[in-house]
């Protein structure tokens, strides 16, 4: 910490007021937040001012591929205990949704941030941050995005030496490939649900072992770290073996070994578990998800799932059959363009409820479900799924811009 005095030179500062001057312009005509571009902006007229605007913050980063804008929540509440933060909460998190977050937070002591896993090894030579979580790695974005492996290379080589502190999930051998470069590594037992991802050593290419909740390569010997921090049911252990609860508004297993990550990053800043935990219980849904809204006289969950690991972890938390499920998967830019990713899924999970299927995609989605022996029925829009669905609440599962669609559809 380098104090309160001004890090902002004349140039920063012309970047920061023309950033949000564009962001209030493109806010004002009805086009998102935007964050994304007036950051662009500010960026353009000072390429050095993400490092300026992170210099007097201590700085948290979080990558993963799935659960990245909950456990950014979940920290940044924690952290709240111990002074002011700045977060990009909605979830723009490349370096231009980035810089325009922090350029919002002049009074904070604490950037809580959360990284596309492309842009994490530069956001991380910018903001110099004191701790960076790493949760998952798994298929996402199949047009675009690179391999798994290659993402781990690209997290191992740019944390190779880092300063900070990272908080890793041993249960996934990517993550901990990746992070095994780096000099100062917490590991947190956080669990994977999704193995697919994750049967070859990145090490070495050999064969994964995986007896029981263990993991090592039979081949040069690459295998899980002992680790400090442990999801064990309802309770985070912490490494002197206490027992902390979890209580939280979200639901999941998945959110549980969120708030166990969570728990480690705010012990690196000082913050006791007990503490931490109990701020976490504020959150009660995250840009939108697990949000509960009315529409059309029905109660609809709102449930994102932008990819195969994260559809498993979302079969796992509905209610049980005969709860309708409507299902909605587009393939715009943001979400990747290629859909063969829903050929991934186990969609035998939904066996028992009635399906309704909707989004740009639907013909696509049919036909996965066709494959897989379910019952559904194709509908125009979220109007006719709800008209059509039988009695009692219904859970709605989304890929990113479908999402989207549906919450400025029901007024969420």
Same mark, same amino acid.
């Given at each position: 910490?380098?104090?309160?005095?001004?890090?902002?030179?004349?140039?920063?500062?012309l +970047?920061? #007021?023309?950033?949000? @001057?564009?962001?209030?312009?493109?806010?004002a $005509? *009805?086009?998102?937040?935007?964050? =994304?571009?007036?950051?662009?902006?500010?960026?353009?007229l000072d390429?050095?001012?993400?490092?300026?605007?992170?210099?007097?913050l201590?700085v948290?980063?979080?990558?993963?591929?799935?659960?990245?804008?909950?456990?950014?929540?979940?920290?940044?509440?924690?952290?709240?205990?111990?002074g002011?933060v700045?977060?990009?909460?909605?979830?723009?998190?490349?370096p231009?949704?980035?810089?325009?977050?922090?350029?919002?937070?002049?009074?904070?002591?604490y950037?809580?941030?959360?990284?596309?896993?492309?842009?994490?090894?530069?956001?991380?030579?910018?903001?110099?941050?004191?701790?960076?979580a790493?949760?998952?790695?798994?298929?996402?974005?199949l047009?675009?995005? +690179?391999? #798994?492996?290659?993402? @781990?290379?690209?997290?191992?080589?740019?944390? $190779? *030496?880092?300063?900070?502190?990272? =908080?890793?999930?041993?249960?996934?051998?990517?993550?901990?490939?990746?992070?095994?470069?780096?000099?100062?590594?917490?590991?947190?037992?956080?669990?994977?649900?999704?193995?697919?991802?994750?049967?070859?050593?990145?090490?070495?290419?050999?064969?994964?072992?995986?007896?029981?909740?263990?993991?090592?390569?039979?081949?040069?010997?690459?295998?899980?770290p002992?680790?400090?921090?442990?999801?064990?049911?309802?309770?985070?252990?912490?490494?002197?073996?206490?027992?902390?609860?979890?209580?939280?508004?979200?639901?999941?297993?998945?959110?549980?070994?969120?708030?166990?990550?969570?728990?480690?990053?705010?012990?690196?800043?000082?913050?006791?578990?007990?503490?931490?935990?109990?701020?976490?219980?504020?959150?009660?849904?995250?840009?939108?998800?697990?949000?509960v809204?009315?529409?059309?006289?029905?109660?609809?969950?709102?449930?994102?799932?932008?990819?195969p690991?994260?559809?498993?972890?979302?079969?796992?938390?509905?209610d049980?059959?005969?709860?309708?499920?409507?299902?909605?998967v587009?393939?715009?830019?943001?979400?990747?363009?290629?859909?063969?990713?829903?050929?991934d899924?186990?969609?035998?999970?939904?066996?028992?409820h009635?399906?309704?299927?909707?989004?740009?995609?639907?013909?696509?989605?049919?036909?996965?479900?066709?494959?897989?022996?379910?019952?559904?029925?194709?509908?125009?829009?979220?109007?006719?799924?709800?008209?059509?669905?039988?009695?009692?609440?219904?859970?709605?599962i989304?890929?990113?811009?479908?999402?989207q669609?549906?919450?400025?559809?029901?007024?969420?």
């Open positions: 910490m380098s104090g309160n005095s001004d890090p902002l030179t004349p140039r920063a500062k +970047a920061v #007021t023309a950033g949000k @001057a564009v962001a209030a312009a493109s806010r $005509a *009805g086009r998102g937040s935007g964050s =994304v571009i007036g950051g662009r902006v500010a960026l353009k390429p050095d001012l993400l490092a300026r605007l992170a210099q007097n201590d948290v980063l979080v990558s993963a591929t799935n659960g990245k804008t909950t456990t950014t929540r979940l920290i940044a509440e924690a952290l709240r205990a111990a002011p700045v977060s990009n909460a909605l979830g723009a998190n490349m231009a949704g980035i810089t325009s977050a922090l350029a919002g937070g002049s009074e904070a002591r950037g809580v941030i959360e990284v596309d896993e492309k842009y994490l090894a530069g956001v991380a030579r910018d903001t110099a941050p004191k701790c960076i790493l949760l998952n790695l798994s298929r996402d974005q047009d675009r995005a +690179a391999e #798994t492996r290659m993402l @781990a290379e690209n997290w191992r080589e740019g944390l $190779a *030496g880092s300063k900070a502190v990272i =908080v890793a999930n041993c249960d996934d051998p990517l993550v901990v490939w990746a992070a095994s470069s780096s000099p100062n590594v917490i590991w947190v037992a956080a669990g994977q649900m999704w193995k697919d991802d994750a049967w070859s050593c990145p090490s070495c290419g050999g064969v994964m072992q995986r007896p029981g909740d263990d993991w090592f390569c039979g081949e040069c010997g690459f295998r899980r002992t680790p400090s921090w442990a999801l064990s049911g309802d309770h985070v252990l912490d490494p002197h073996g206490s027992a902390w609860p979890i209580h939280l508004q979200l639901p999941g297993r998945a959110n549980k070994a969120n708030a166990a990550s969570s728990a480690a990053v705010a012990a690196v800043f000082g913050v006791p578990p007990q503490v931490a935990l109990e701020r976490m219980y504020q959150v009660q849904a995250v840009a939108g998800r697990y949000d809204v009315q529409f059309q006289g029905r109660d609809l969950r709102l449930l994102l799932a932008k990819n690991a994260g559809w498993l972890e979302t079969f796992s938390l509905i049980p059959p005969p709860t309708p499920v409507i299902l909605s587009n393939a715009r830019g943001a979400d990747g363009t290629d859909t063969s990713w829903l050929w899924v186990d969609y035998t999970r939904l066996t028992g009635p399906i309704f299927v909707i989004g740009d995609r639907k013909l696509d989605l049919a036909v996965r479900l066709e494959v897989a022996n379910q019952h559904f029925q194709v509908c125009e829009n979220v109007d006719q799924a709800v008209q059509m669905c039988p009695p009692g609440r219904i859970e709605v989304a890929n990113y811009t479908a999402f669609d549906l919450r400025r559809r029901v007024g969420n």
